[in-house]
């Protein structure tokens, strides 16, 4: 098993940055790849951006490429969205969560954190 927790959400006015950070209990096979995911209110869950921990190799959403920036620590288990040039449409739970780098399925969730943009 593999917790995830999030934290760094809040309110932030529009144009502004939030980082984001997910501390994962331990690194496995099963959870090679960390992945930030988000939830507006009557929509459904989008994926935002990735990265493998072995080799720190990136993906984005197409919306959220240039502002967003994904990162990770090794040494902290720590995976970090930095999120800049913020929109009142980024408002959302923001959900860390983990996969296999042999699969697309994520098996490990986090609780989610709260982002909310003001215009």
């Known amino acids: 098993q593999v917790q995830l927790a999030e934290s760094g959400g809040g309110l932030v006015q529009a144009g502004g940055s939030l980082r984001l950070s997910c501390v994962a209990s331990r690194r496995t096979v099963g959870s090679d790849v960390m992945g930030w995911f988000r939830q507006a209110p009557g929509k459904e869950r989008e994926f935002v951006a990735s990265?493998?921990?072995?080799?720190?190799?990136?993906t984005y959403a197409d919306a959220m490429r240039g502002r967003f920036t994904i990162s990770g620590d090794n040494a902290k288990n720590t995976v970090y969205l930095q999120m800049n040039s913020l929109k009142p449409e980024d408002t959302a739970v923001y959900y860390c969560a983990s996969r296999s780098m042999y699969g697309t399925r994520y098996n490990y969730w986090g609780q989610g954190t709260q982002v909310t943009v003001s215009a």
């Open positions: 990265i493998k921990w072995s080799g720190g190799y990136t």
